[in-house]
């Protein structure tokens, strides 16, 4: 067998575990969107297989025949020579690759080596993935642990990075191994009490129970922010990453909101006013995306940051209108809000990148969702159209009512102004009666400062 040259690094190979309950469809449009989480790392992709189980959970996650041809493909020839009984030097791999037959991967020769990482789409435990990298000799994924990396690659505030370590530490601690040298050192009798694994999981232990401190720490300053803005009216953009929120936030906001065309290009929770500027102001904020199979401990960790739109007046369903897979994208966002208690807030579906869309197929979604609004980002008239329809929910909870105020009240004035929506202005000589859309909260605290001043 004629050997090539190794190329650089990064080269991945990704697999698909598929079982009687994930298959098909399902199976490969979870690759597609692995082979997006890669990239987004900085990986290339240049190869997919595939092996079907009965479950994904079987002490070996792939058959040794399996692990014989993908240790080819990554160039390790040691097991190459174990695996003799079930391949020979007959068999054709370039035939094998790509056997998923994805459009947006590569397709073609595949060599001897190519792959100098491999990536799982499913959860591996710690010994299937020693088993795997012992029979592969390069570094082995799994979909948990490449959205962790992500994660901590695009944390940014103090918050999303408390909540990352935390989710990553808990990834890790299973997964540690005994070193060498804490092997030697026992066999020498030098190591008393604890092995060094023992050592270093406790240790671990205590990053994540000293982080968790300074995160409610955090969290509570986070609470305090919010409380400060719970008599606004706010909106709460939610949905799968990468369906364009950030570029909606923009939109709205007319301001820089980090935002690239990545997979979790966003982590962080921003809150803007509504431009044009409204009396009384709206909020919006910009929430972390959604994924299928989204680790638990992620889940749990960013349960302060999805805290934003739990107490959110109105949630904007945003959904990329062009992926042919935003329904089940639109169950994954149900099913994630639902687990951290986002109930019976009013809602918008927002049918996000109409503008990639043909009139036929717009019409084919306003029939589908006639509840829901087409937008393009792109589109001033979109955007337009999406303020307007958040005014009108936020004044729907408003009250009208008439105040007069004596020209000396030249404060009080000011302050109605800048807190409240003036819809009519009358003078007379002595007073100004004005008539204000507000809060009750807001109208309230306007007639106590009036009695006392």
């Known amino acids: 067998m004629k050997l090539t040259a190794k190329p650089a690094a990064n080269n991945a190979l990704l697999i698909s575990i598929t079982t009687p309950d994930f298959k098909g469809d399902e199976a490969k449009e979870s690759l597609a969107e692995l082979a997006r989480l890669v990239s987004t790392l900085g990986f290339k992709v240049v190869g997919t297989q595939s092996q079907h189980h009965n479950s994904s959970q079987r002490q070996n996650v792939l058959g040794a025949g399996k692990l014989a041809e993908i240790a080819h493909l990554t160039g ?31 397709t073609g020769n595949f060599q001897y080596g190519a792959a100098d990482v491999v990536v799982f789409d499913c959860d591996l435990s710690p010994s299937q993935m020693r088993t795997v990298e012992a029979s592969l000799g390069v570094e082995v994924f799994d979909r948990t642990g490449i959205i962790i990396e992500i994660f901590s690659r695009h944390a940014r505030t103090r918050t999303a990075r408390l909540q990352v ?49 300074e995160l409610v720490s955090v969290q509570d300053e986070m609470k305090t922010r919010r409380t400060r803005r719970a008599e606004l009216f706010t909106v709460a953009l939610v949905g799968y990453t990468n369906a364009g929120k950030s570029s909606m936030m923009r939109a709205m906001t007319a301001t820089e909101v980090v935002g690239e065309d990545k997979l979790f290009a966003t982590l962080d929770t921003t809150v803007r006013a509504l431009q044009p500027i409204t009396q009384p102001r709206i ?85 589908e969702f006639p509840d829901a609004m087409l937008t393009s980002t792109r589109d001033p008239l979109d955007i337009t159209k999406l303020h307007k329809y958040i005014v009108g929910v936020a004044e729907e909870g408003m009250i009208e009512e008439e105040i007069t105020i004596p020209y000396s009240g030249q404060g009080i004035i000011g302050e109605i102004r800048s807190n409240m929506s003036v ?13 204000v859309r507000s809060s009750a909260i807001d109208l309230a605290r306007l007639k106590k400062r009036m009695q006392n001043s």
Not at 85 to 103: A, M, P, Q, R
């Open 76 to 106: 390790y020839q040691g097991s190459i020579e174990e695996a003799e009984d079930f391949i020979d030097e007959s068999f054709d791999f370039s035939s094998e690759i790509d056997e998923l037959d994805f459009d947006d991967l590569p």
């Open 283 to 367: 909020l919006v904020s910009d929430t972390v995306g959604f994924i299928k199979k989204l680790p638990h401990d992620l889940v749990a960790s960013f349960h302060s940051t999805l805290a934003e739109a739990h107490d959110a007046s109105l949630l904007l369903y945003v959904v990329d209108a062009s992926d042919v897979s935003f329904r089940a994208q639109l169950d994954v966002v149900h099913d994630v809000l639902a687990q951290v208690g986002v109930e019976g807030s009013e809602k918008l579906l927002v049918l996000n990148k109409c503008d990639r869309l043909t009139e036929e197929q717009q019409l084919e979604l306003i029939e």
């Open 423 to 435: 819809v009519k202005e009358e003078y007379d000589y002595e007073h100004i009666k004005l008539t």
């Open 165 to 213: 370590d935390i989710a990553r530490l808990n990834y890790l601690v299973p997964r540690l191994r005994e070193t060498a040298e804490g092997d030697k050192e026992r066999q020498m009798g030098q190591g008393a009490g604890e092995t060094s694994l023992e050592l270093d999981r406790r240790n671990v232990r205590d990053q994540i129970a000293a982080l968790k401190r």
